[in-house]
């Protein structure tokens, strides 16, 4: 189609002409585009169904020499469904995460009808901004936006074992000034010698010293400082222990071994956790207990209903402190801390010790001795391949996998408590001996698959990151990254389930084409 031009020539619908041709630049578009350029104007439909234009001030250069309209969408995030016109100050599809700012430079009008207003997104990757304006409060915006990673980062070796250097315990247990019965509990549960974190840690904790013990996990950190916590408390019965961690699955899991390690030694725990009865908790509580074990909200939760008072808690411990940090309990933990006395003996334990650990460390430690054990990178123990899957087979790559005889224990990572459900339920529907541990479980259904697993009557389990963040799990096969982490750091702790100890393990990436 052919039309005419303000010079009188012709020219092709959709083409650009004359002395605005020539500002414009070489273009690459072919003709027929359902936008063209007439006059000043920026991009627009024909006069029939023009829903959408632009003055020529208010566009952007593009790539190809030509001006962007304002509402351009970009093909990595949704376009505008909804065909409404726009006003001068949206932001269709926009790949800019602060897609307000960029609404506000661009002015015009909107009919309220439509949502008018400045910085309004519509598909942005702001997920809380946007939204059809006006009175209807904003939508969720677009998808988020898969993380991009450097696929070569996925894969590497399982480094061949050299001869490493042999760690000689500087104490037995007998060595240590604790109680005899607790001597003879550690001997029934045949531990030998202390591990290298215990070794070092546990003279300093008996002594009374604050402490950093900066480990990971499965290297024994809970018996660092459960053994002379536990010995303190047999020697004082007005000792109180308060031990925050950031999972549900791993208070259970200290609580687990406070029970075994404090036999016929007369000390009682509460576990305080989401997921179990309230009720039955405040019960427990009313009770003398020395220990109370749990995460920092729902500690929280009984404080401010009065049915937990930490006035005279003198011994604190904080595991995992990393993760607590990174999962935004900085406030609880601050308040919870702060209730506690102020000569109170403080043990933060932690793989890392990043900047927010350390200003909590400096705020409520007094003069801490730091334990730090030279341990081998959890990755040098763990082979890491990717697979290339195409949209819609990855089930089916996952299932060829799982029937190799290899997969003998298999930790599947997937990133919402909903896709590690459904993902569950379809192994589970092909045969498998599969389950998936998520938030929409009760308490005791979690322990439960959790258990099964531990005991190899479930091979497969599926799980997220929060959930299975602490949990030592033996004899782990294969860790498969379902579904990509949020961070580089969440994947090594999600490949750290495996290849432990001495053995080596394999973590497998799944990457759609």
Same mark, same amino acid.
């Given at each position: 189609?052919?039309? !005419?031009?303000?010079?009188?020539?012709?020219?092709? !619908?959709?083409?650009?002409?004359?002395?605005?041709?020539?500002?414009?630049?070489?273009?690459?578009?072919?003709?027929?585009?359902?936008?063209?350029?007439?006059?000043?104007?920026?991009?627009?439909?024909?006069?029939?169904?023009?829903?959408?234009?632009?003055?020529?001030?208010?566009?952007?250069?593009?790539?190809?020499?030509?001006?962007?309209?304002?509402?351009?969408?970009?093909? /990595?995030?949704?376009?505008?469904?909804?065909?409404?016109?726009?006003?001068?100050?949206?932001?269709?599809?926009?790949?800019?995460?602060?897609?307000? *700012?960029?609404?506000?430079?661009?002015?015009?009008?909107?009919?309220?009808?439509?949502?008018?207003?400045?910085?309004?997104?519509?598909?942005?990757?702001?997920?809380?901004?946007?939204?059809?304006?006006?009175?209807?409060?904003?939508?969720?915006?677009?998808?988020?936006?898969?993380?991009?990673?450097?696929?070569?980062?996925?894969? =590497?070796?399982?480094?061949?074992? !050299?001869? %490493?250097?042999?760690?000689?315990?500087?104490?037995?247990?007998?060595?240590?000034?604790?109680? %005899?019965?607790?001597?003879?509990?550690?001997?029934?549960? !045949?531990?030998?010698?202390?591990?290298?974190?215990?070794?070092?840690?546990?003279?300093?904790?008996? =002594?009374?010293?604050?402490?950093?013990?900066?480990?990971?996990?499965?290297?024994?950190?809970?018996?660092?400082?459960?053994?002379?916590? &536990?010995?303190?408390?047999?020697?004082?019965?007005?000792?109180?222990?308060?031990?925050?961690?950031?999972?549900?699955?791993?208070? #259970?899991?200290?609580?687990?071994?406070?029970?075994?390690?404090?036999?016929?030694?007369?000390?009682?725990?509460?576990?305080? &956790?989401?997921?179990?009865?309230?009720?039955?908790?405040?019960?427990?509580?009313?009770?003398?207990?020395?220990?109370?074990?749990?995460?920092?909200?729902?500690?929280?939760?009984?404080?401010?209903?009065?049915? #937990?008072?930490?006035?005279?808690?003198?011994?604190?411990?904080?595991?995992?402190?990393?993760?607590?940090?990174?999962?935004?309990?900085?406030?609880?933990?601050?308040?919870?801390?702060?209730?506690?006395?102020?000569?109170?003996?403080?043990?933060?334990?932690?793989?890392?010790?990043?900047?927010?650990?350390?200003?909590?460390?400096?705020?409520?430690?007094?003069?801490?001795?730091?334990?730090?054990?030279?341990?081998?990178?959890?990755?040098?123990?763990?082979?890491? *391949?990717?697979?290339?899957?195409?949209?819609?087979?990855?089930?089916?790559?996952?299932?060829?996998?799982?029937?190799? /005889? $290899?997969?003998? /224990?298999?930790?599947?990572?997937?990133?919402?408590?909903?896709?590690?459900?459904?993902?569950?339920?379809?192994?589970?529907?092909?045969?498998?001996?599969?389950?998936?541990?998520?938030?929409?479980?009760?308490?005791?259904?979690?322990?439960?698959?959790?258990?099964?697993?531990?005991?190899?009557?479930?091979?497969?389990?599926?799980?997220?990151?929060?959930?299975?963040?602490?949990?030592?799990?033996?004899?782990?096969?294969?860790?498969?990254?379902?579904?990509?982490?949020?961070?580089?750091?969440?994947?090594?702790?999600?490949?750290?389930?495996?290849?432990?100890?001495?053995?080596?393990?394999?973590? #497998?990436?799944?990457? $759609?084409?």
């Amino acid at each position: 189609m052919f039309r !005419k031009n303000d010079t009188g020539g012709f020219r092709k !619908k959709g083409s650009y002409s004359g002395a605005r041709s020539q500002e414009r630049g070489p273009q690459k578009r072919s003709g027929g585009s359902k936008y063209s350029t007439e006059g000043k104007s920026g991009y627009s439909r024909d006069a029939k169904t023009s829903g959408y234009s632009r003055d020529a001030k208010n566009s952007r250069p593009n790539r190809f020499g030509g001006q962007k309209p304002a509402y351009a969408t970009s093909t /990595k995030t949704n376009d505008n469904r909804g065909g409404r016109p726009s006003s001068g100050n949206r932001s269709y599809g926009s790949d800019n995460r602060r897609s307000a *700012d960029q609404g506000k430079c661009q002015g015009g009008f909107a009919s309220k009808r439509f949502g008018g207003g400045g910085g309004r997104s519509f598909g942005s990757q702001n997920r809380s901004g946007g939204g059809w304006g006006g009175n209807r409060g904003g939508g969720r915006g677009g998808r988020m936006r898969t993380p991009h990673y450097d696929h070569n980062q996925f894969i =590497k070796k399982a480094e061949l074992k !050299k001869k %490493e250097e042999v760690f000689v315990t500087q104490n037995t247990f007998d060595d240590f000034a604790i109680n %005899e019965k607790l001597k003879k509990t550690i001997k029934l549960r !045949k531990y030998t010698s202390p591990t290298p974190i215990q070794d070092g840690a546990i003279n300093h904790i008996l =002594k009374g010293s604050d402490l950093i013990g900066l480990a990971n996990t499965g290297t024994g950190k809970t018996g660092a400082f459960l053994i002379p916590l &536990i010995d303190k408390v047999c020697r004082d019965r007005k000792q109180r222990v308060l031990i925050l961690v950031p999972t549900r699955e791993l208070a #259970l899991q200290i609580n687990e071994e406070f029970t075994a390690f404090s036999v016929g030694l007369g000390i009682r725990s509460t576990i305080c &956790i989401g997921g179990l009865d309230m009720r039955r908790q405040m019960r427990f509580l009313r009770g003398h207990n020395q220990f109370v074990i749990g995460t920092p909200g729902r500690v929280t939760d009984l404080v401010k209903r009065k049915m #937990l008072n930490l006035a005279d808690v003198n011994n604190v411990v904080l595991d995992e402190v990393d993760r607590m940090l990174d999962m935004g309990f900085i406030k609880e933990i601050t308040y919870l801390l702060s209730l506690t006395q102020k000569n109170k003996q403080s043990l933060f334990f932690s793989a890392t010790m990043e900047k927010k650990a350390r200003e909590l460390a400096l705020q409520f430690l007094n003069n801490p001795i730091t334990v730090q054990i030279k341990a081998r990178p959890t990755s040098e123990n763990v082979e890491q *391949d990717v697979v290339f899957v195409k949209r819609g087979e990855k089930m089916e790559v996952l299932h060829d996998l799982l029937t190799k /005889k $290899e997969y003998e /224990k298999v930790l599947i990572f997937g990133k919402t408590k909903h896709g590690a459900k459904r993902l569950g339920k379809d192994l589970g529907d092909r045969g498998f001996k599969a389950g998936a541990i998520h938030g929409d479980l009760t308490q005791g259904q979690r322990q439960r698959v959790l258990k099964n697993f531990k005991e190899n009557h479930l091979t497969i389990m599926v799980a997220t990151d929060v959930v299975a963040r602490g949990l030592d799990i033996e004899n782990v096969t294969h860790v498969i990254n379902y579904e990509l982490p949020a961070t580089y750091d969440d994947y090594i702790h999600r490949i750290g389930r495996t290849g432990r100890g001495s053995k080596t393990g394999k973590a #497998l990436t799944f990457i $759609e084409k």
